[in-house]
């Protein structure tokens, strides 16, 4: 029985005992995207498998480096961090090529789901069903690929790091001939595990790659998502490399994108944003789901650019958008409108970074476009030409830093409204966290520009 083909417990069962496995891998994503799993013996995971089993909620209680959230009320000492139930989702199982065993992804159930990131998700995904409409989504990454090990980046304080190939070759035909194992090699792991690239490039800079993920339903295309992000971590490490999802780790080249692509169908599957006899294709839902990501785009602006370092992409000339602005076919917009066929007009939302959870962002976007379609916001003329260049309203400029963004997601009845309260306010609490927690750091430019001469 083939993982991909698991829709059941039942299903799961047989797989378990036909491949006679002794232990199972099960995770969860957390709030920062970082998957959080362990392994199962089989007679723990079959009797998990139709009763959920017990996870620590300090997974939702910490940050991406263990440090515990002193601001949450969700969790924390305060509540003994009890274990939180969690459900087993058999269509989830997937090969582990380097493993002799398969994953479950899991999904946190009760007063957990209220904060947790797939759940969080799949109730904007029936918020959309109830309008009539589901959502497409796919997610594009930029990556840096070094000639480094969790050791040797350590060992040399993250300095001085060898890329896996060196200058600036987009596009390159002689990168990818030269490196074709570990491209084709890492096509053939996403292939296995069910998260198949359309397109895989060398970008500009140093060994920096670009992997187009394909299309799927929404909540299928975030699991695909995050797992492309984990598992491409995990190919690169196991062949001595290291990748990075940063959105920005060094001044010297663009940020790392993750750009998102959605569209919305009615339930019988026609497009609801293509309109052939409309200007660009737009429909009149298309031009209140864009109007939407447009107005709350500073709202939620925290859940698709959700560290310290994702505003350090947001500047001008670094190929992200520093306001809310749309525009036909324009890459300097926030919002790419990509007219085509009724299979392929979408919107492209540019401003998150490949340091986006993708189940947070796919929500963020999609709750902002039910947004303008509910309350049907008229569209804005859209941007000709450098956006980066024009004059701008004062209320597009979107917050500059993570702890602006987190106020602007706190005050915003919007954002209440589609995720609910308890996400707001945890999620908030730890985007302040992390804030704080980068306030105390002394960085390199702090030392070379003050040890001396103040």
């Known amino acids: ?20 496995l002794r232990y199972i891998k ?5 709030i920062d995207g970082v998957l959080r799993g362990k392994y199962m013996s089989a ?5 998990a498998l139709d009763k959920g089993f017990g996870f620590c909620d300090v997974v939702l209680g910490w940050d991406c480096n263990d440090e515990l959230y002193d601001n949450a009320r969700f969790t924390g000492w305060h509540t003994g961090y009890p274990d939180a139930p969690v459900r087993i989702l058999p269509e989830s199982c997937r090969e582990l090529p380097f493993e002799d065993t398969v994953l479950f992804l ?13 759940a969080l998700l799949q109730r904007v995904i029936e918020q959309a069903r109830a309008m009539g409409l589901q959502a497409f989504a796919a997610l594009e990454f930029e990556f840096f690929v070094f000639n480094e090990t969790p050791e040797s ?18 596009y390159s035909a002689i990168r990818n001939s030269v490196w074709s194992e570990f491209y084709e090699g890492l096509l053939d792991f996403c292939n296995a595990m069910d998260f198949p690239l359309e397109g895989l490039h060398e970008e500009t800079g140093p060994g920096v790659l670009e992997g187009a993920i394909g299309v799927d339903a929404a909540l299928s295309a975030a699991d695909k998502a995050a797992l492309f992000k984990t598992f491409a971590k995990i190919y690169a490490q196991k062949h001595d490399m290291m990748a990075t999802f940063m959105a920005k780790w060094s001044p010297d080249w663009p940020g790392q994108s993750g750009h998102l692509h959605i569209s919305l169908q009615d339930l019988d599957g026609n497009s609801a944003f293509y309109d052939p006899s409309a200007e660009h294709s737009m429909s009149e839902t298309m031009r209140h789901f864009v109007a939407g990501c447009q107005a709350l785009m500073p709202e939620v602006l925290a859940m698709v650019s959700p560290t310290v370092n994702s505003f350090s992409r947001m500047v001008p000339g670094a190929w992200a958008p520093t306001h809310a602005t749309w525009g036909v076919e324009n890459r300097t917009c926030a919002l790419r409108v990509i007219p085509g066929s009724a299979s392929s007009q979408r919107v492209e939302y540019r401003l998150c970074a490949a340091d986006v959870n993708p189940y ?17 916001l008229a569209l804005q003329p859209g941007l000709i030409g450098n956006a980066y260049s024009q004059d701008l309203p004062a209320d597009a400029a979107l917050p500059a830093t993570l702890w602006e963004a987190a106020q602007s997601l706190r005050g915003s009845a919007a954002a209440r409204a589609a995720f609910g309260d308890d996400f707001v306010d945890h999620f908030v609490a730890s985007r302040e966290w992390e804030e704080r927690e980068f306030r105390k750091a002394i960085t390199d430019w702090e030392l070379r520009r003050y040890f001396e001469i103040i």
């Open 106 to 118: 899991g999904q946190f159930d009760g007063e957990a789901a209220k904060v947790g990131p797939r």
């Open 153 to 170: 980046v350590r060992e040399k304080g993250y300095r001085n790091l060898q890329p896996m190939a060196p200058g600036t070759f987009g």
């Open 1 to 20: 029985m083939e993982a991909r083909s698991i829709r059941t417990s039942a299903d799961a069962r047989r797989l378990i005992e036909e491949r006679n």
């Open 360 to 376: 947070l962002g796919i929500a963020a976007v999609l709750a902002s476009g039910l947004h303008g379609i509910e309350h049907k």
């Open 43 to 47: 007679e723990k995971f079959l009797s």
């Open 26 to 30: 099960v995770g969860v994503f957390d």
